[in-house]
């Protein structure tokens, strides 16, 4: 079997016995779901043992977090016979042998309220921005920025830091031998802040600005006032250069503090774990870092939570990663429904609704009840289309932070896209998940899409620490490739044939299907995960971005779905008509959602 | 599996353990074994809100390293607008710096004088009668009270404590705000039906202390800054009717004194909204649960979500396989019995468990 998102498969053969490293296990505590992975070793290769699913117990009436770690921990024991748990309850870590305990265990977490943070910078589209971007890698709300740009006095910027009562201040400002003098008057105005916070709350300053003032940042705040004071490398070293991982790190590590303190059960899975609880985001950061370094691939990773939408971004060896804790679809859908009008959701509903009273009345009951489920057709609709807005608000603030990319307007040069969330990735059909991503992404050119239906990626990306190999080697069998996303640019009249194509399937000699597909439309040709074939591409009036104009032919790789045509164009217009654009939604859900197209399907064994 | 996703109190008199947590700067007025009565202070908090800074350094044209000497008053002394804080004698006169407000020197650090111009004093207050049993002085204070529990499903506002009026016998789907009059000033009114914009205007009229409905639309939604009574709802957001099983029980106790409890902090998701009928008795304690529970037949559950949205009924049947909803999605859940030979099939992760 071939890598999962690309034709070159990465340098991971089996494990030479010796380097054998015992089992891995691993948890993530969302708001909603708790899920654990086990990974072990198999005829010298790692591959994933089980997974499990929980209530996640944060929230009352548990208000433990380990309640819920606990139970996954015994759905992997009933799946393995391995037995992890001690009679206490207690991780059994070391492994004693292959069936007590595991060998390493590391855990993420993005349960509970985000961090409360006040930025401190000197010009807001620099030093501030980058002290925003780093800020934004955890679960963090920013709320209150103080800058050369605010007009407040001195007491008003005071008073409003002093009433937002933050957790953390950031302060950033002066590139590396850049400005000493007005960073030191913000240094003062957050020292005045802490004499007053600290009577009331516990706050911790990050310094990443000048470093000619690490010094006199530790005197004043930490020697001076007492106050909790982490000084990190400059966020804005040049003015043309960013470094933002200082920052991101004591991030973590203040996440982590943060949240033993104020979540039960916290302390008590950390001290299972080889390292400190890593935020979820970080670790699904970390693992989209790995598939893009892996294949020197540009990889999109889209992680749709209940509290919090993460993009994590890997372009031209450059990792991004943004964390938006005001956009998610169930515990802060009542802050994303702040952006979005019900307009814009009744757009892609393909059952009609009685208004938008409707709409937003089940969208507030879906805060309400963040682990529910879609019942009705009416109710599917609605989840679909809240995924869709708020991955596009989440991907449209994400670019702004993205060099060399267009702040808008449709997506290019992304290799392999990945679909996570119980939304995206554990719907009725994978063409539901897919499909709100097309939407909301409008990508363009030849993406291979790849979904993580366990809901592993985090956990993953914190075992890839503990061992890189394994980590690997087993997210071949915890991924599903979904297939290949062919996405044409252009305008043409619908109907008219944009694309004509043939697939040639290799090894099963002469095995050709040919198909056409009318502008506007979305078609799939089934390909069996394990088939490849000879793709051949004749647009018609339209382009595929990164492909020469005229016939084209792609060696491509079969996946759940096989080859997903998106010949709608970009941007695309809704009638104004209601019947006709719930016609034109209906039309491309039955494309993704039953396996319409040309027949017959194919499989792997090379049966028809 | 049949794990139990939400878990809601809708009780017979028990005895519940809240723990406050305090907003920062609170100090708790309680001690443990204390008794208290509804309304109580538990907590004080006098944080101030405006602050005026004040540069010696600049206003005297001295160094900041000799600032601090030239103050004439000490930190913590209050003072009254143009009051002579500091002062600086040079040869050719003497320089003064004034109290550009009245208040309290808060801090003097370095060459900066911080004055309290405004504080704002605040009470966390006891929702209901019960005994102090645990507390630190200035992060949270446990209590244990007596009653009859129902969780509801949202509100908004703060805690009161008031004489329960239940104006309807059933549930319905209109609600007439003719019925809340100056009769009803200082109760906290229960209705059957949705809450309308006219319901809370008439209940404003009527200086009522708390309103409770079935729903609320999210077009009456932030409510007025200046509403000085809390709303809430029992089953959720839209038009829907209160469940004909809760009604009765809010019914059976019109006219005793009630906490409509809020909790304490913006963020209601850590604590319910929650009624609290008091009782003088000393029920068994509530027992929550310490492990994830599954469901089983004869449990009492509130469906959570459309189509059945708000219903409560008792689990008759769980299938061994999953089922294809109309969504497409295929879940595990249960058959309930939501009216007498009304069974409906509902996914476990879409109800709650009532008892």
């Given at each position: 079997?071939?890598?999962?998102?690309?034709?070159?498969?990465?340098?991971?053969?089996?494990?030479?016995?010796?380097?054998?490293?015992?089992?891995?296990?691993?948890?993530?505590?969302?708001?909603?779901?708790?899920?654990?992975?086990?990974?072990?070793?198999?005829?010298?290769?790692?591959?994933?043992?089980?997974?499990?699913?929980?209530?996640?117990?944060?929230?009352?009436?548990?208000?433990?977090?380990?309640?819920?770690?606990?139970?996954?921990?015994?759905?992997?024991?009933?799946?393995?016979?391995?037995?992890?748990?001690?009679?206490?309850?207690?991780?059994?870590?070391?492994?004693?042998?292959?069936?007590?305990?595991?060998?390493?265990?590391?855990?993420?977490?993005?349960?509970?309220?985000?961090?409360?943070?006040?930025?401190?910078?000197?010009?807001?589209?620099?030093?501030?921005?980058?002290a925003r971007r780093a800020a934004e890698s955890v679960y963090l709300e920013v709320i209150d920025t103080i800058s050369l740009a605010d007009t407040r006095s001195q007491e008003r910027q005071i008073e409003a830091i002093v009433q937002a009562a933050p957790d953390v201040i950031i302060i950033s400002g002066g590139t590396d031998d850049g400005a000493v003098a007005t960073v030191r008057r913000m240094i003062e105005t957050v020292a005045l802040t802490c004499l007053l916070l600290r009577r009331s709350t516990r706050v911790t300053v990050i310094y990443a600005g000048n470093p000619a003032l690490h010094q006199e940042v530790h005197a004043t705040l930490m020697e001076g006032l007492g106050i909790h004071t982490v000084v990190t490398g400059n966020v804005r070293p040049g003015l043309f250069s960013e470094s933002l991982e200082g920052v991101q790190t004591e991030l973590a590590a203040f996440y982590n503090t943060q949240k033993a303190r104020s979540t039960s059960g916290?302390?008590?899975?950390?001290?299972?774990?080889?390292?400190?609880?890593?935020?979820?985001?970080?670790?699904?950061?970390?693992?989209?870092?790995?598939?893009?370094?892996?294949?020197?691939?540009?990889?999109?990773?889209?992680?749709?939570?209940?509290?919090?939408?993460?993009?994590?971004?890997?372009?031209?060896?450059?990792p991004t990663l943004s964390v938006f804790s005001r956009l998610g679809i169930g515990h802060s859908l009542r802050d994303a429904l702040r952006d979005i009008r019900p307009e814009a959701l009744l757009r892609w509903m393909a059952v009609e609704a009685d208004g938008a009273d409707q709409v937003m009345?089940?969208?507030?009951?879906?805060?309400?009840?963040?682990?529910?489920?879609?019942?009705?057709?009416?109710?599917?609709?609605?989840?679909?289309?809240?995924?869709r807005e708020i991955t596009r608000h989440a991907l449209h603030a994400a670019r702004q932070r993205w060099k060399g990319v267009p702040?808008?307007?449709?997506?290019?040069?992304?290799?392999?896209?990945?679909?996570?969330?119980?939304?995206?990735?554990?719907?009725?059909?994978?063409?539901?998940?897919?499909?709100?991503?097309?939407?909301?992404?409008?990508?363009?050119?030849?993406?291979?899409?790849?979904?993580?239906?366990?809901?592993?990626?985090?956990?993953?990306?914190?075992?890839?620490?503990?061992?890189?190999?394994?980590?690997?080697?087993?997210?071949?069998?915890?991924?599903?490739?979904?297939?290949?996303?062919?996405?044409?640019?252009?305008?043409?009249?619908?109907?008219?044939?944009?694309?004509?194509?043939?697939?040639?399937?290799?090894?099963?000699?002469?095995?050709?299907?040919?198909?056409?597909?009318?502008?506007?439309?979305?078609?799939?040709?089934?390909?069996?995960?394990?088939?490849?074939?000879?793709?051949?591409?004749?647009?018609?009036g339209v382009t595929i971005s990164g492909l020469p104009g005229g016939t084209s032919r792609l060696k491509i790789r079969g996946g759940e779905m096989g080859i997903i045509i998106d010949a709608r164009g970009r941007p695309w217009r809704f009638p104004p008509d209601g019947a006709e654009r719930r016609e034109m939604i209906t039309g491309w859900e039955q494309a993704l959602t039953r396996q319409a197209g040309p027949e017959p399907v194919l499989r792997a064994d090379g049966s028809v | 599996m049949a794990l139990i996703y939400a878990d809601r109190v809708i009780s017979s008199s028990v005895t519940i353990r809240h723990e406050y947590a305090l907003p920062p700067g609170s100090t708790a007025q309680v001690s443990i074994g204390q008794r208290v009565r509804a309304l109580d202070p538990l907590a004080v908090n006098d944080l101030s809100t405006r602050y005026r800074l004040i540069n010696l350094a600049e206003a005297l044209h001295a160094p900041p390293e000799i600032a601090r000497d030239l103050m004439r008053r000490l930190e913590g002394d209050m003072v009254e607008k143009g009051d002579e804080i500091a002062a600086r004698t040079r040869f050719l006169g003497r320089t003064r710096v004034l109290a550009p407000v009245s208040g309290r020197i808060a801090e003097v650090t370095g060459p900066y004088v911080l004055i309290e111009a405004e504080q704002a004093h605040t009470e966390v207050s006891s929702p209901a009668p019960g005994r102090i049993i645990d507390l630190d002085i200035q992060s949270y204070v446990s209590m244990e009270m007596s009653g009859t529990i129902l969780e509801l499903a949202w509100a908004s506002g703060r805690s009161v404590w008031g004489t329960l009026k239940v104006l309807d016998t059933a549930p319905s789907e209109e609600a007439n705000a003719s019925r809340i009059t100056i009769d009803h000033r200082g109760s906290i009114i229960v209705v059957g039906s949705p809450l309308t914009a006219d319901l809370i205007e008439a209940g404003s009229r009527a200086a009522i202390k708390g309103l409770i409905g079935s729903s609320i639309s999210h077009r009456l939604l932030p409510l007025p800054d200046d509403l000085t009574f809390p709303v809430a709802v029992t089953q959720g957001f839209g038009a829907l009717p209160m469940s004909p099983a809760l009604l009765p029980l809010l019914a059976a106790h019109d006219g005793r004194d009630i906490?409509?409890?809020?909790?304490?902090?913006?963020?209601?998701?850590?604590?319910?909204?929650?009624?609290?009928?008091?009782?003088?008795?000393?029920?068994?304690?509530?027992?929550?649960?310490?492990?994830?529970?599954?469901?089983?037949?004869?449990?009492?559950?509130?469906?959570?979500?459309?189509?059945?949205?708000?219903?409560?009924?008792?689990?008759?049947?769980?299938?061994?396989?999953?089922?294809?909803?109309?969504?497409?999605?295929?879940?595990?859940?249960?058959?309930?019995?939501?009216?007498?030979?009304?069974?409906?099939?509902?996914?476990?992760?879409?109800?709650?468990?009532?008892?």
């Open positions: 079997m071939g890598s999962l998102f690309g034709d070159t498969p990465p340098d991971t053969g089996p494990a030479p016995r010796q380097e054998h490293t015992g089992a891995l296990l691993a948890v993530d505590v969302g708001s909603v779901h708790t899920r654990a992975v086990l990974i072990d070793m198999a005829e010298g290769v790692y591959r994933l043992f089980a997974t499990a699913q929980a209530p996640s117990t944060g929230g009352p009436p548990w208000e433990n977090i380990q309640m819920g770690v606990i139970h996954t921990l015994e759905q992997i024991s009933a799946a393995t016979g391995r037995t992890v748990l001690d009679q206490s309850l207690n991780l059994i870590v070391p492994e004693r042998d292959d069936f007590f305990g595991v060998e390493h265990f590391a855990a993420t977490a993005s349960a509970g309220k985000p961090i409360r943070a006040v930025l401190v910078g000197l010009v807001p589209g620099i030093s501030l921005d980058s916290f302390e008590e899975i950390t001290e299972w774990a080889d390292e400190a609880i890593h935020p979820t985001s970080h670790a699904f950061g970390q693992m989209i870092t790995i598939m893009g370094t892996l294949e020197r691939r540009n990889v999109l990773g889209i992680d749709l939570g209940s509290s919090a939408t993460t993009i994590a971004a890997f372009r031209d060896s450059r009345d089940a969208a507030m009951n879906r805060w309400l009840y963040p682990h529910t489920i879609p019942v009705t057709a009416f109710d599917r609709e609605l989840t679909y289309a809240l995924a702040e808008q307007g449709v997506l290019s040069g992304f290799d392999t896209i990945l679909l996570s969330g119980a939304t995206l990735a554990q719907g009725p059909h994978h063409g539901w998940g897919l499909l709100a991503a097309l939407d909301a992404l409008l990508p363009v050119g030849v993406a291979r899409v790849l979904i993580d239906p366990y809901g592993l990626t985090p956990a993953f990306g914190a075992l890839s620490s503990i061992s890189a190999r394994a980590v690997v080697q087993a997210m071949e069998t915890a991924f599903l490739d979904i297939g290949t996303v062919i996405a044409v640019s252009g305008k043409m009249r619908r109907g008219d044939v944009a694309l004509r194509g043939q697939v040639t399937v290799s090894g099963l000699t002469g095995f050709r299907t040919d198909f056409e597909v009318p502008f506007g439309s979305l078609m799939v040709v089934p390909l069996e995960p394990g088939l490849e074939a000879e793709l051949v591409l004749q647009p018609r | 906490a409509l409890n809020l909790g304490i902090g913006p963020h209601w998701r850590e604590k319910r909204p929650e009624i609290i009928i008091p009782v003088e008795s000393s029920p068994p304690p509530f027992q929550p649960r310490n492990r994830l529970a599954v469901f089983s037949v004869g449990d009492r559950v509130r469906v959570l979500q459309e189509p059945w949205i708000g219903g409560i009924g008792t689990i008759r049947h769980i299938p061994g396989q999953a089922y294809q909803l109309q969504s497409g999605l295929w879940a595990s859940g249960a058959l309930v019995e939501t009216a007498p030979r009304e069974t409906v099939f509902v996914p476990f992760e879409n109800m709650e468990y009532l008892g």
